[in-house]
């Protein structure tokens, strides 16, 4: 499906990308915490239950799925692939008896696709149906 962007206001495109902006950035500094693997990294990991090996290769796959979606004509897939390892946040931390922090997962993905669905009229409308 294409995504292109057919005449928006530029209120709506920079609203887009400042609410696609604020959780890439989190997530993309997340990811480069798993890669440096400070104290606090490793001590949260393994209160949720995960192994410390386990990471590195989160991180990977975070920073991954971060820069697909920051890449415009692979955002939506990102965002996909982001959805499902948010997900997997809020089911750690319901597995883990942890119910405040699982809103922040689920306000990141509220704002990734929301600030697609801004920034991408033809994304908007299938999501939401024709105005």
Same mark, same amino acid.
């Given at each position: ?11 709506? %495109? ?8 604020? &959780? ?13 693997? #400070? ?8 209160? %949720?239950? =995960? /192994?410390?090996?386990? @990471?590195? /290769?989160?991180?990977?796959?975070? %920073?991954?799925?971060?820069?697909? =979606? %920051? @890449? /415009?004509?692979?955002?939506? @897939?990102?965002?996909m692939l982001l959805t499902g =390892? ?14 405040? &922090? @699982?809103?922040? /997962? ?6 990734l696709w929301g600030g697609l669905?801004?920034? =991408? &009229? ?7 149906? #024709?105005?």
């Amino acid at each position: 499906m294409s995504v292109g962007t057919s005449s928006i206001s530029n209120v709506r %495109l920079w609203t887009g990308r400042v609410l696609s902006a604020l &959780p890439a950035l989190f997530l993309f500094l997340d990811g480069s915490m798993k890669l440096a693997k #400070p104290e606090f990294v490793v001590q949260a990991t393994t209160e %949720l239950g =995960y /192994p410390e090996n386990v @990471i590195v /290769p989160l991180g990977c796959v975070l %920073l991954s799925c971060t820069i697909l =979606y %920051l @890449i /415009p004509r692979t955002s939506v @897939i990102g965002a996909m692939l982001l959805t499902g =390892y948010l997900g997997g946040a809020v089911a750690s931390h319901v597995r883990a008896g942890q119910a405040f &922090p @699982i809103l922040f /997962p689920v306000l990141f993905g509220a704002l990734l696709w929301g600030g697609l669905c801004l920034r =991408y &009229p033809r994304l908007s409308s299938a999501v939401f149906g #024709p105005k």
